[in-house]
């Protein structure tokens, strides 16, 4: 049971330069969502599918875009990768329940924009 | 949406019991509250969840007063392997619900 799996672990990127993070869940969950941590600034919200079909802006969207590719994908792309997004970033998916206790997060890719 | 607040950092050493207390003064009736894990390096997991009273698992334990305006996550005898950030979350995970983890509380666990 792999859980949340995301590719690839580390990424060294030029400024300018785009990528695609990917992101895959084998736990059948409806939603899925990007965060990026920052030293001292905790988890925020990049973008989040609610469901197969449908993607919204989270708190810091800019620079970012998303594709919810089936039920069991969502890749978060950089078009012109800024020194700015220097970050970890955390996929995770969710079933829809009222406990908030079914988030489950991968183990994050560590990007780096020079 | 119940917004939250709990302390940016606390410091323990090992052996302690440690409590991190979070205050959420606009829950709502179907809010329920959870606290998640995070170890350096690693996603957040989840630890515990409760509605009202008490909550323990092996983990940790959860006390909530009966005016749910706060809640407080209770590590007993910490040790090293406990530093990490905690965060709070309350919600009731409807189809409006969106999570946000913010900066949690950096738990650190001394010698």
């Known amino acids: 049971n792999a859980g949340v799996t995301q590719t690839p672990k580390f990424q060294v990127l030029k400024t300018g330069q785009s990528m695609t993070l990917q992101c895959a869940q084998d736990?059948?969950?409806?939603?899925m969502y990007w965060y990026r941590q920052d030293p001292g600034m905790g988890l925020r919200l990049i973008y989040y599918?609610?469901?197969?079909?449908?993607?919204d802006k989270g708190e810091v969207p800019n620079g970012y875009n998303v594709s919810r590719l089936n039920k069991r994908e969502f890749s978060l792309r950089l078009e012109s990768a800024a020194p700015s997004q220097t970050s970890v970033y955390f996929c995770?998916?969710?079933?829809?329940?009222?406990?908030?206790?079914?988030?489950?997060f991968g183990s994050g890719t560590r990007l780096t924009v020079v | 949406l119940a917004k939250t607040t709990q302390p940016i950092s606390m410091d323990s050493y090992e052996g302690q019991e440690v409590n991190i207390t979070c205050s959420h003064n606009n829950i709502a009736t179907n809010d329920y509250i959870t606290w998640y894990q995070q170890f350096p390096s690693q996603g957040p997991r989840f630890i515990i969840q409760g509605y009202k009273t008490k909550v323990t698992n092996e983990v940790a334990s959860l006390f909530i007063p009966a005016d749910r305006k706060s809640s407080t996550l209770s590590l007993p005898r910490v040790s090293l392997s406990d530093t990490a950030v905690y965060y709070c979350?309350?919600?009731?995970?409807?189809?409006?619900?969106?999570?946000?983890f913010g900066r949690g509380t950096s738990l650190i666990v001394h010698p």
């Open positions: 979350l309350v919600g009731d995970g409807g189809g409006s619900y969106i999570p946000t």
């Open positions: 995770a998916s969710s079933t829809t329940t009222p406990k908030l206790d079914g988030y489950t």
């Open positions: 736990m059948n969950h409806n939603s």
């Open positions: 599918s609610a469901s197969e079909g449908t993607t």
